[in-house]
């Protein structure tokens, strides 16, 4: 069964819609980017997909069904959603952090049992961040902080996961790990993967599945070997023909 489906979805702020007839679907074990220049509409598609941002038409399908119609109670166990604001929580640890992904399972109180303190132990040591598991949260580099977050969102061991930029703050070492962290979660625990990237060389990389938006509209998609032409990109971000000799492979 496919995990996310996509319909004719169209979504803004105000009374004007940012992006329009957005279409795409994303199976489980998969991962779809979306690229595309700033303003471009990545972030709000992410965000009427997950329900943070009211669509004004269109259908968002999570394994069958429309999502509003799936309880919240379910919906925090099968999403997990990673957005670029950055997160500065008061006294917590970074274990803290990462448990908070258990709290749809945990009951009102928030009370973790020796299961869940086992899925955050075994979280953590799945990012490779056992060294600093109990540091304070804010003390620690972007790169801890963000596996830390997607140590979080495998605590809650969800079905889907949307990720906003996740590496936009890092240096290309904590890159590379993230991803490589990423994409063995995905195919062994075959969850569905939908993220925005700026980064070019990673998206073609990691991703099965490429959506170009621009203008609030996906003006191109397919499998990376597909959508990573010289004449795609340069259409994409409005880069001319000297420019990107200039400063990409001229063979690309």
């Known amino acids: ?90 006294l ?30 075994n979280a953590i040591k799945t990012v490779e961040a056992e060294s600093y598991a109990d540091a304070d949260f804010n003390s620690v580099s972007d790169g801890q902080r963000q596996r830390i977050l997607l140590a979080r969102a495998v605590c809650q061991q969800p079905k889907i996961l949307v990720l906003d930029e996740p590496t936009s703050y890092l240096d290309i070492r904590h890159k590379i790990v993230f991803f490589e962290i990423l994409e063995r ?25 490429i959506l170009c938006v621009k203008d609030g509209k996906i003006t191109l998609s397919g499998v990376p070997a597909e959508v990573f032409t010289r004449e795609n990109i340069r259409a994409l971000y409005g880069i001319s023909e000297e420019l990107y000799n200039k400063y990409f492979d001229k063979n690309v």
């Not at 303003?39 to 259908?59: H, P, R, Y």
């Not at 979660?185 to 599945?209: N, Y």
């Open 1 to 90: 069964m496919t995990a996310v489906l996509v319909r004719n979805l169209s979504a803004g702020y105000g009374k004007s819609d940012v992006i329009e007839n957005i279409n795409f679907e994303v199976q489980k074990g998969e991962i779809l980017t979306l690229i595309g220049p700033n303003g471009g509409g990545k972030s709000t598609i992410l965000k009427a997909v997950t329900g943070s941002l009211a669509k004004s038409s269109g259908e968002v399908q999570f394994f069958g069904k429309e999502i509003e119609k799936i309880p919240r109670s379910e919906l925090a166990k099968m999403l997990s959603v990673m957005f670029t604001e950055r997160l500065k929580p008061d």
């Open 92 to 121: 917590m640890t970074c274990r803290d952090v990462a448990a908070a992904g258990r709290y749809p399972y945990t009951g009102m109180l928030g009370v973790l049992s020796e299961n869940d303190k086992k899925i955050v132990d």
């Open 185 to 209: 979660l995905v195919r062994e625990s075959e969850i569905a993967v939908i993220m925005s990237l700026h980064e070019l060389d990673f998206a073609e990389k990691i991703s099965d599945k």
